[in-house]
Nanobody
Framework: QVQLVDSGGGLVQPGGSLRLSCAAS????????MGWYRQVPGKQREFTAA???????NYADSVKGRFAISRDNAKNTVYLQMNSLKPEDTAVYFC??????????????WGQGTQVTVSS
């Protein structure tokens, strides 16, 4: 069994910052790409940021220069530092990880989501 638990969301004013965290636990042999997606009601979940096992990052154009993804491989944790937040960043944020389990099965796993609301 593998579980992803994401946290760190909340209410913040425009221009503010938040840091999301996502910890993976369970029967993990190795974690490949980790990332964050976000979703607003009535829309599809959209890619936000990703990071490879070696630390190469990729961002959606809408968050480049404002968000920074990082990971701690020793803790099986990925972070999303969100700065200069805008109302349009309001969404439920989900972490995602490509994981090889100790049973030698490789799958995509998702966190339960954490709400980020940017409003004055």
């Amino acid at each position: 069994q593998v579980q992803l638990v994401d946290s760190g969301g909340g209410l913040v004013q425009p221009g503010g910052s938040l840091r999301l965290s996502c910890a993976a636990s369970g029967s993990i042999f190795s974690i490949y790409d980790m990332g964050w997606y976000r979703q607003v009601p009535g829309k599809q979940r959209e890619f936000t940021a990703a990071i490879t096992q070696g630390g190469v990052t990729n961002y959606a154009d809408s968050v480049k220069g404002r968000f920074a993804i990082s990971r701690d491989n020793a803790k099986n944790t990925v972070y999303l530092q969100m700065n200069s937040l805008k109302p349009e960043d309001t969404a439920v944020y989900f972490c995602n990880a490509d994981i090889l389990t100790t049973s030698w099965r490789r799958n995509d796993y998702w966190g339960q989501g954490t709400q980020v609301t940017v409003s004055s």
